[in-house]
């Protein structure tokens, strides 16, 4: 059973980037996390297309939101300390969405792969794999 809800997760992110940019955590298992973004004006570069940052931060936390739920007994945190994007696709409306799976649940490490999709058009935008250290009391 994850360690976090995709409620519990997404009242905790209401103050921090990802509320601010109106990202939702859809779901929440073991090995997989759901989450979407709508494309907005503050989710833009200022070429009017939308910001690589947004793909990633849309990643990113799905992928952390994963490790959250996943944390070995004993840990308290994690720190993201490798992160990997490869952007296809680009998108001016709609929503896009995240798809994010453990590659890897270890003590000291986790591994988590990451693919946004625009949802209107099924097109993948982004492939994205991210390494975080898992953090342990002192």
Same mark, same amino acid.
């Given at each position: 059973?994850?360690?976090?809800? @995709? ?6 992110? *209401?103050? &921090?980037?990802?509320? /601010?940019? $109106?990202? !939702?955590?859809? @779901? !929440?298992?073991?090995?997989?996390? #759901?989450?979407?973004?709508? !494309?907005? #004006?503050?989710?833009? @570069?200022?070429?009017?297309?939308? /910001?690589?940052?947004?793909? *990633?931060?849309? %990643?990113?936390?799905? =992928?952390? =939101?994963? =490790? ?5 007994? $004993? %840990? ?10 490869? /952007?296809?696709?680009? %998108? #001016?409306?709609? *929503?896009?969405? &995240?798809?994010?799976? %453990? @590659? ?11 693919? *946004?999709?625009? #949802?209107?058009? $099924? ?16």
């Amino acid at each position: 059973m994850p360690k976090i809800t @995709a409620e519990q997760f997404n009242q905790r992110s *209401v103050d &921090c980037l990802p509320g /601010h940019l $109106g990202l !939702v955590v859809t @779901a !929440v298992t073991e090995t997989e996390v #759901r989450a979407e973004l709508p !494309v907005r #004006r503050h989710t833009m @570069a200022p070429n009017g297309f939308l /910001h690589a940052g947004t793909l *990633v931060t849309l %990643a990113d936390t799905s =992928c952390g =939101c994963g =490790c959250i739920a996943n944390l070995p007994d $004993g %840990a308290n945190g994690f720190t993201t300390i490798e992160l990997k994007s490869n /952007h296809l696709g680009t %998108a #001016r409306d709609g *929503v896009i969405e &995240c798809v994010a799976t %453990a @590659a890897h649940l270890g003590k000291s490490t986790q591994v988590w792969d990451a693919v *946004v999709r625009h #949802r209107e058009t $099924g097109k993948t935008l982004a492939l994205f794999r991210c390494t975080q250290m898992v953090l342990y009391p002192k």
